[in-house]
């Protein structure tokens, strides 16, 4: 081959690493020139690609070249395939990405070379991770982003509906239990509105929409199932983890965990870029706030709100959001099953399914028919409610449950193993911790294990008497349930108040007693100053819970 390069022995390493590396030989390394972190051009046949380069004295022989999962996927490798193996050039993005860590704007074809080369995998994590940390501290402005989320829809997939009345919905997430769409998305598709839905799995959450769905049928779709079922049935729920649909996206999320970043024009071009995948016209995005969700303020959720709102108009996209209230679960499960469960009852319409649940689904879903042109503004809700009611929404879901491979929807199995945990005085419900919820949940083996689970039999507002349960636990294994009964036990999920809130005794100096005479300290009859809380209002102990109202922005 050309000077200054290899030919080597295919060797499979069975692990995803994410992205396009291959491991050297520390002699073969040295031969070309090129060390860890380095890239080198690998060819097989008339397939090539570029590759991030890690080196080794013992996992790899001299002579071969350790290839991962994804390289060979792109490759078409054979074990034992002869490769060609060049150094290649630090791409010209990473200049780019110096650029951004400089605070300086970048034009539209940087954004363009950079997201190709993030797809074509060119960039090393340490490179990824220095672009989203330079954006968390610079931030993109909107024609940034704009040209971001334009190149991310580019180099992926895209399904052309041909058709401009598509409808979507999102979440950003943070809030567990939000099973919405199961509701949504069988009451907009029972009006008539088209809509393909793509949903996550949970990364770090309890479980996202996709492992909820899961439950009742395949959501592992391609492409065109993804058009076929939407064109005959009205909707589908699938996983866009099956259908390369903006892929820099994932390749970008990949590298936010670990830093615990999610920068607002990141999170922006993400939502809008699968959105506009999926040939989504029109878009409502579901904004939760309050207390332990990602947006902790009305005016922070009326900022991203605008935001989107923005970057659709110059998308050429219709956007509402709404703001909804996320301090606590949606409903009162969270896990697959439980959640699956809750949806299916609540299409069902059984009165002991939350009403905060139902009226939340029912608020977005109705501003999906307003935009749709079935109902006048501020009575989409009332339209959507009577789909839920008169089984129409029941009937297109298991329509759609069939279409994507399921048989008729039925309530499914959860843990046998449970556990509860009880208040242990009077009160009401002051607050439940969603970070606890999740982290108690995940512990129990969700969202992989789908009978994994907890439900919330009190929630914030309701009374509760001592010995009442607050929280149940459910496992499919003896040894899961123990570790998180220990992780519920140590926490404060569900955190309860007395009536009595706080007694603060009369306050004296310390020192000499008093000399002269002075007003009683029992004069109030009980030596001090109660403060106490007030009633809570008996026809609706969860008025918070039911804040689902959408923000007209």
């Known amino acids: 081959m050309d000077s200054g390069g290899l030919t080597l022995s295919c060797q499979f390493i069975d692990l995803d690493l994410g992205g396009n590396q291959v491991v050297l030989h520390a002699d073969d390394a040295e031969e070309i020139g090129v060390h860890p972190q380095h890239r080198v051009h690998v060819r097989f046949g008339d397939e090539s690609l570029v590759a991030v380069v890690d080196t080794t004295s013992s996992v790899v022989e001299p002579g071969r070249i350790g290839v991962f999962p994804g390289v060979?996927?792109?490759?078409?490798?054979?074990?034992?395939?002869?490769?060609?193996?060049?150094?290649?050039?630090?791409?010209?993005?990473?200049?780019?990405i110096r650029k951004k860590m400089n605070g300086r704007e970048l034009d539209t074809d940087e954004i363009a070379r950079?997201?190709?080369?993030?797809?074509?995998?060119?960039?090393?994590?340490?490179?990824?991770?220095?672009?989203?940390?330079?954006?968390?501290?610079?931030?993109?402005?909107?024609?940034?982003?704009?040209?971001?989320?334009?190149?991310?829809?580019?180099?992926?997939?895209?399904?052309?509906?041909?058709?401009?009345?598509?409808?979507?919905?999102?979440?950003?997430?943070?809030?567990?239990?939000?099973?919405?769409?199961?509701?949504?998305?069988?009451?907009?598709?029972?009006?008539?509105?088209?809509?393909?839905?793509?949903?996550?799995?949970?990364?770090?959450?309890?479980?996202?929409?996709?492992?909820?769905?899961?439950?009742?049928?395949?959501?592992?779709?391609?492409?065109?199932?993804?058009?076929?079922?939407?064109?005959?049935v009205g909707g589908v729920m699938a996983w866009g983890g099956a259908v390369n649909l903006a892929p820099a996206d994932d390749i970008i999320i990949r590298v936010e965990h670990p830093l615990s970043l999610d920068p607002r024009s990141l999170l922006l071009a993400s939502v809008m870029a699968k959105k506009r995948a999926v040939g989504a016209k029109h878009v409502v995005i579901d904004i939760p706030m309050g207390p332990g969700s990602k947006i902790a303020t009305m005016e922070e959720a009326k900022s991203l709100a605008r935001d989107f709102i923005a970057l659709g108009d110059r998308l050429g996209m219709q956007v509402e959001c709404a703001i909804t209230y996320g301090g606590q679960p949606v409903g009162k499960t969270v896990g697959p099953a439980l959640e699956a469960n809750e949806a299916l009852r609540a299409l069902r319409g059984d009165p002991d399914v939350p009403e905060s649940f139902t009226k939340k689904a029912t608020a977005i879903a109705g501003i999906l028919l307003e935009m749709g042109g079935l109902a006048r503004r501020g009575r989409g809700q009332q339209e959507a409610q009577r789909l839920l009611e008169d089984g129409s929404a029941l009937e297109t879901f298991s329509e759609i449950v069939q279409a994507q491979g399921g048989p008729e929807p039925e309530l499914q199995?959860?843990?046998?193993?449970?556990?509860?945990?009880?208040?242990?005085?009077?009160?009401?419900?002051?607050?439940?911790?969603?970070?606890?919820?999740?982290?108690?949940?995940?512990?129990?083996?969700?969202?992989?294990?789908?009978?994994?689970?907890?439900?919330?039999?009190?929630?914030?507002?309701?009374?509760?008497?001592?010995?009442?349960?607050?929280?149940?636990?459910?496992?499919?294994?003896?040894?899961?349930?123990?570790?998180?009964?220990?992780?519920a036990t140590s926490k404060d999920p569900v955190t309860v108040e007395g009536m009595l809130l706080e007694r603060v005794?009369?306050?004296?100096?310390?020192?000499?007693?008093?000399?002269?005479?002075?007003?009683?300290?029992?004069?109030?009859?009980?030596?001090?100053?109660r403060q106490?809380?007030?009633e809570a209002d008996d026809d609706n102990e969860a008025d918070t819970e039911a804040e689902t109202a959408a923000d007209g922005s």
């Open 505 to 529: 005794p009369e306050f004296r100096e310390i020192g000499d007693e008093p000399s002269g005479p002075g007003p009683d300290p029992s004069a109030d009859g009980n030596g001090g100053i």
């Open 114 to 232: 950079l997201v190709e080369d993030m797809v074509q995998g060119s960039l090393t994590d340490i490179e990824l991770s220095a672009y989203v940390t330079s954006v968390e501290i610079h931030d993109m402005n909107i024609r940034e982003t704009t040209d971001l989320t334009r190149s991310m829809v580019e180099t992926g997939e895209v399904i052309d509906f041909h058709d401009p009345m598509i409808f979507d919905k999102h979440s950003i997430g943070g809030v567990p239990g939000n099973k919405i769409t199961l509701l949504v998305v069988p009451i907009a598709a029972a009006a008539g509105l088209p809509i393909p839905k793509t949903s996550s799995r949970a990364i770090t959450g309890a479980a996202g929409t996709s492992d909820v769905m899961e439950v009742f049928c395949d959501v592992k779709l391609t492409a065109e199932r993804i058009r076929s079922i939407t064109n005959d």
């Open 532 to 534: 106490v809380a007030p």
């Open 413 to 487: 199995p959860v843990g046998d193993h449970t556990w509860e945990l009880v208040a242990d005085k009077d009160g009401y419900v002051a607050g439940v911790g969603n970070r606890d919820i999740v982290a108690i949940t995940r512990s129990l083996g969700a969202p992989k294990v789908k009978g994994a689970g907890v439900e919330l039999p009190k929630k914030e507002g309701d009374s509760v008497e001592e010995g009442e349960t607050l929280l149940k636990l459910y496992a499919e294994s003896e040894y899961k349930l123990e570790a998180a009964r220990k992780l």
């Open 72 to 96: 060979a996927d792109d490759l078409g490798l054979e074990a034992d395939a002869q490769l060609e193996v060049q150094p290649a050039e630090k791409p010209e993005s990473v200049e780019f």
